[in-house]
């Protein structure tokens, strides 16, 4: 193993994702916050556990309803850590943001942590929630006006969704009135390109720093 993270190694991440009451990774993002970590590695140490559950889920080692508690986990721990992303970085608004995991998928982790860092970098966020459709995502950019359109998938089977929004927004006249930026596990550059969107981030750091770019304001 020989990777540990704040005196635990990935497996021992992985049990407190595991851990079905959910009270341990609390605990554990109590004392890395102690420890002075920013909240931001936090979650990228727990992602780390979320990709080995997901490795073992594909070999069969693990079950969706692993993946259901450890999702959960994931979420509780998100929302411990929110107020301590958010502290002291206010300021003027820079730009509202509509954020939605395209139809037919329901992952969220990701796109959530997004939308803190980006309200903790002072956008204004719309959450669409998940498995939203062409047209809830038309109808928000009319209704919304944003400056940024982000969508989210996980699943290689719902990615191309991300194409035929874009389509729509063009079929309505909305496209040249919003900057789209795209993001998501099986998302790629080259696939972001291949669809017409204006920006793709491979994390949430990276998506704050690309939509402020696609505002014309330096990172
Ligand atoms: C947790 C989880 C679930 C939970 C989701 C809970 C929730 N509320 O989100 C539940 C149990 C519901 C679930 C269900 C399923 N899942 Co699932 N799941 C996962 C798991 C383990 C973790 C995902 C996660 O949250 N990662 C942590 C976050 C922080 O990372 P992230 O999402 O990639 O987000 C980061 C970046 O991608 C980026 N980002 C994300 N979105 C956006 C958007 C923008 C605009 C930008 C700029 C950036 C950005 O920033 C984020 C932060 O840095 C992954 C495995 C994995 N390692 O990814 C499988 C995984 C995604 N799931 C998978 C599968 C197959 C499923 C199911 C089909 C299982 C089933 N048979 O039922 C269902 C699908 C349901 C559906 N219709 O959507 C597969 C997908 C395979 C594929 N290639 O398509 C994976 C890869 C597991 C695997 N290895 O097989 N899942």
């Not at 635990?8 to 341990?24: Q, Y």
């Not at 994931?74 to 301590?84: V, W």
């Not at 956008?123 to 969508?151: C, N, T």
Request: hydrophobic letters at 40%.
């Amino acid at each position: 193993m020989g990777d540990k993270l704040g005196g635990l190694d990935v497996r021992g991440i992985v049990e407190m994702l595991l851990d079905f009451k959910g009270e341990k990774i609390i605990e554990f993002c109590r004392e890395r916050l102690d420890e002075g970590v920013d909240p931001y590695e936090i979650f990228k140490e727990l992602s780390r556990g979320l990709d080995e559950i997901g490795r073992g889920y594909e070999r069969g080692r693990y079950f969706t309803s692993d993946l259901i508690v450890s999702g959960s986990n994931m979420k509780k721990a998100i929302e411990f850590l929110k107020p301590h992303l958010s502290r002291g970085r206010g300021g003027p608004r820079r730009g509202r943001v509509v954020l939605g995991t395209v139809k037919g998928d329901i992952h969220d982790i990701g796109k959530s942590i997004l939308a803190i860092l980006l309200q903790a970098n002072g956008f204004e966020v719309i959450d669409l929630g998940i498995d939203v459709d062409e047209e809830s995502f038309a109808k928000a950019v009319e209704e919304w006006q944003p400056d940024i359109l982000g969508m989210s998938a996980l699943l290689t089977s719902t990615m191309p969704y991300m194409e035929r929004v874009i389509k729509a927004l063009e079929e309505r006249g909305l496209r040249d009135r919003v900057k789209i930026i795209v993001g998501g596990r099986p998302v790629t550059r080259e696939f972001a390109k291949s669809i017409g969107a204006d920006a793709y981030a491979e994390d949430a750091v990276e998506g704050v720093r690309r939509c402020l770019e696609l505002l014309g304001e330096e990172p």
